[in-house]
């Protein structure tokens, strides 16, 4: 059974940092091309950041110099360090794994960037 689970969401003031996390099971995790999306209220969900199975890493124009993607192939695990954190960053976010034409969803975990 092919399992991703977020963590690391939570509430944060404008300026603040946050680290999320995504713990992946059930699959080959190192040929996986795995990516951060988020989707606000009333929103598409969006793509915000890429790192493939490579190690090639993109990111959206809105979070470019802001966030940081990484991952560590022994614990199966992507990250994404967010920085200098925005109201308009509140988001859910999701964690995707992604090998050809298949890829998988993590549930999501609530970010908010609030005063």
């Known amino acids: 059974q092919v399992r991703l689970v977020e963590s690391g969401g939570g509430l944060v003031q404008p300026g603040g940092s946050l680290r999320l996390s995504c713990a992946a099971s059930?699959?080959?995790?190192?040929?996986?091309?795995m990516r951060w999306y988020r989707q606000a209220p009333g929103k598409q969900r969006e793509l915000v950041a890429v790192?493939?199975?490579?190690?090639?890493?993109n990111y959206a124009d809105s979070v470019n110099g802001r966030f940081t993607i990484s991952r560590d192939n022994a614990k199966n695990t992507v990250y994404l360090q967010m920085d200098s954190l925005k109201a308009e960053d509140t988001a859910v976010y999701f964690c995707?794994?992604?090998?050809?034409?298949?890829?998988?969803w993590g549930q999501g975990t609530q970010v908010t960037v609030s005063s």
């Open positions: 790192i493939t199975y490579g190690g090639s890493i």
């Open positions: 995707n794994a992604m090998y050809y034409n298949t890829d998988y």
């Open positions: 059930g699959i080959i995790f190192s040929i996986f091309d």
